[in-house]
T-cell receptor, first 112, second 117 residues
Framework: QKEVEQNSGPLSVPEGAIASLNCTYSDRGSQSFFWYRQYSGKSPELIMSIYSNGDKEDGRFTAQLNKASQYVSLLIRDSQPSDSATYLCAVSVSGGGNKLTFGTGTQLKVEL | GAVVSQHPSRVICKSGTSVKIECRSLDFQATTMFWYRQFPKQSLMLMATSNEGSKATYEQGVEKDKFLINHASLTLSTLTVTSAHPEDSSFYIC?????????????FGPGTRLTVL
């Protein structure tokens, strides 16, 4: 079983719609959760971090964490073509030296 | 804030040569830096964790004698790929973590694309 799992996609949504990206993780000791955006040929860019159960909103982005279900998601409201990228879910385990374990990423395509 | 730079951004070298990649935190002191490798269509794979003033910790399967890491200061870590071969061609990305607070966010450099001929 992979430690961090994501659907590879592509996930296609029309412009203006809500894009929902999902991630599950296997280690119950995971403490910190991150969403990174990666454009083709570029390095990852931190979008959101979340540490406690519930929702965290930042502009058009909302991260949701459910530790009981070992599930973290990212919602992108009013999707724009510029949001088209690969979204990487990353998880850090307490006492793990702050190492991040990445999922394989979900490719998002926002269509005009 | 939290800007990380890498140099060079792209390098092409002949098989058997060594290549050094620099990673710098520009506006903060990074107690820990991480080196990743990413092959096409794949996710980031952690190669090693670099702590200032101490030896790097390598992930399983990563040859420490081939991938030399030096973290001589709080703002600079270097990765040297020794005796590079075509299979080492990849996108190498560093990240840096500030020692401030409990938040363990990592900020990534722009990456170095290595092509070994």
């Amino acid at each position: 079983q992979k430690e961090v799992e994501q659907n590879s996609g592509p996930l296609s949504v029309p412009e203006g719609a809500i894009a929902s990206l999902n991630c599950t993780y296997s280690d119950r000791g995971s403490q910190s959760f991150f969403w990174y955006r990666q454009y083709s040929g570029k390095s990852p860019e931190l979008i959101m971090s979340i540490y406690s159960n519930g929702d965290k909103e930042d502009g058009r982005f909302t991260a949701q964490l459910n530790k009981a279900s070992q599930y973290v998601s990212l919602l992108i409201r009013d999707s724009q073509p510029s949001d088209s990228a690969t979204y990487l879910c990353a998880v850090s385990v307490s006492g793990g030296g702050n190492k991040l374990t990445f999922g394989t990423g979900t490719q998002l395509k926002v269509e005009l | 804030g939290a800007v990380v730079s890498q140099h060079p951004s792209r390098v092409i070298c002949k098989s058997g040569t060594s290549v050094k990649i620099e990673c710098r935190s520009l506006d903060f002191q990074a107690t820990t830096m991480f080196w990743y490798r990413q092959f096409p269509k794949q996710s980031l794979m952690l190669m090693a964790t670099s702590n200032e003033g101490s030896k790097a910790t390598y992930e399983q399967g990563v040859e420490k004698d081939k991938f030399l890491i030096n973290h001589a200061s709080l703002t600079l870590s270097t990765l040297t790929v020794t005796s590079a071969h075509p299979e080492d061609s990849s996108f190498y990305i560093c990240s840096a973590r500030s020692g401030q607070g409990a938040i363990d966010e990592q900020f990534f450099g722009p990456g170095t694309r290595l092509t070994v001929l």
